[in-house]
């Protein structure tokens, strides 16, 4: 499959992808694939990643039922990093963060510190089964 | 500064920072920033990275003009992926991409392939003095 061949994977066979919610513009989180997940996200229309600290597929919302639909797949001038434009299904608004807020850039500079921000919008206890 | 040591510096010292253009919420780019990338970009408002190819802090916008201002610094749930709401300034619409595109996410899968979707704006050769 050339166009995967196209990627540069990192030494670990790793590419930073993004998720950008469609319909709004924002920047839900950031995660990582591997050649697998790339080709299984195009192949299936939803996002899934490669966690790194589980070091496997990860089809994001297995657990949640938060599973991101994916309307389009880019790649960076360098070849280097994904970016995937999203629905955030499972709640609404969607919730990206395993922290239950809507995306996981909550936390905002502040005079030296970083202030969470954004509310939580369902309690993650009750969002993993 | 406590702020800083809150972030989860990679192995290599860095972390990925995703552009966003406040206006718009299209995503311009990725880079990595070191620890002195993320000071000077609070400190002065205007996106500093670490250029991993040339090994030094890479002011952007030093060459081209194309400086980004920053309204917004976030940081993620896991303390390892910033966030910067910026405004892409020296030509309009902005251009972040050394390609002379708006956005580095200019190449989309489709079929198979990753096609080139976006114009380039102005020649790069006209762009770097």
């Keep these: 499959m050339s166009w995967l061949d196209d990627v540069k994977w990192d030494a670990n066979g790793l590419v930073p992808a993004i998720a950008q919610e469609v319909a709004t513009g924002d920047v839900l989180m950031l995660a990582f694939m591997n050649r697998e997940a790339l080709a299984r996200t195009a192949e299936s229309g939803q996002a899934v990643y490669f966690s790194r600290s589980r070091q496997k597929l990860w089809h994001k919302g297995e657990e949640s039922g938060h599973v991101q639909q994916v309307h389009d ?15 955030q299904l499972g709640h609404e608004p969607g919730i990206a963060c395993h922290t239950g807020r809507h995306s996981c850039f909550f936390q905002r500079y502040e005079q030296g510190a970083w202030q969470p921000v954004d509310p939580v919008l369902k309690d993650p206890e009750t969002i993993y089964r």
Tied chains: 1, 2.
């Design 73 to 87: 797949i880019r790649l960076d001038c360098d070849n280097d990093v994904v970016l995937l434009k999203v629905t």
